[in-house]
């Protein structure tokens, strides 16, 4: 299985990015995809993530709820999600991480980092 992430890149406060990452491997059946972050010299915390099954429930760090969306795309065998970052803030700055698992609490493939900077 891999996760194949896309998207990053430099923004003002106050911009948008929209962050993207494609899972391929013909055992992936992950039922939770989602985000993580990690800001220099700093651990790597949760941001969102979302499941396929239970009626597509959503989960968010309180520190984006609001600004950012989680979402999936599984349509025609495709395993993307993508997180929709507006309202950027300089503190957003990190290297965004894709993850994918069988439950919120359990991750088990991760993707390479997607560098997002935000100026002030």
Same mark, same amino acid.
């Given at each position: 299985?891999?996760?194949? #992430?896309?998207?990053?890149?430099?923004?003002? #406060?106050?911009?948008?990015?929209?962050?993207?990452? #494609?899972?391929?491997?013909?055992?992936?059946?992950? @039922? /939770?995809?989602?985000? =993580?972050?990690?800001?220099?010299?700093?651990?790597? /915390?949760?941001?969102?993530?979302?499941?396929?099954?239970?009626?597509?429930?959503?989960?968010?760090?309180? *520190?984006?709820?609001?600004?950012?969306?989680?979402?999936? +795309?599984?349509?025609?065998?495709? @395993?993307? /999600?993508?997180?929709?970052? @507006? @309202?950027?803030?300089?503190? +957003?700055? #990190?290297?965004?991480?894709?993850?994918?698992?069988? *439950? =919120?609490?359990?991750?088990?493939?991760?993707?390479?980092?997607?560098?997002?900077? /935000?100026?002030?």
């Amino acid at each position: 299985v891999q996760l194949q #992430a896309s998207g990053g890149g430099l923004v003002q #406060a106050g911009g948008s990015l929209r962050l993207s990452c #494609a899972a391929s491997g013909r055992a992936f059946n992950s @039922n /939770v995809m989602g985000w =993580f972050r990690q800001a220099p010299g700093k651990e790597r /915390v949760f941001v969102a993530a979302k499941s396929r099954h239970g009626g597509g429930l959503s989960n968010y760090a309180d *520190s984006v709820k609001g600004r950012f969306t989680v979402s999936r +795309d599984n349509a025609n065998g495709k @395993n993307i /999600v993508y997180l929709q970052m @507006n @309202n950027l803030k300089p503190e +957003d700055t #990190a290297a965004y991480y894709c993850a994918a698992g069988g *439950s =919120f609490a359990r991750y088990n493939y991760w993707g390479q980092g997607t560098l997002v900077t /935000v100026s002030s």
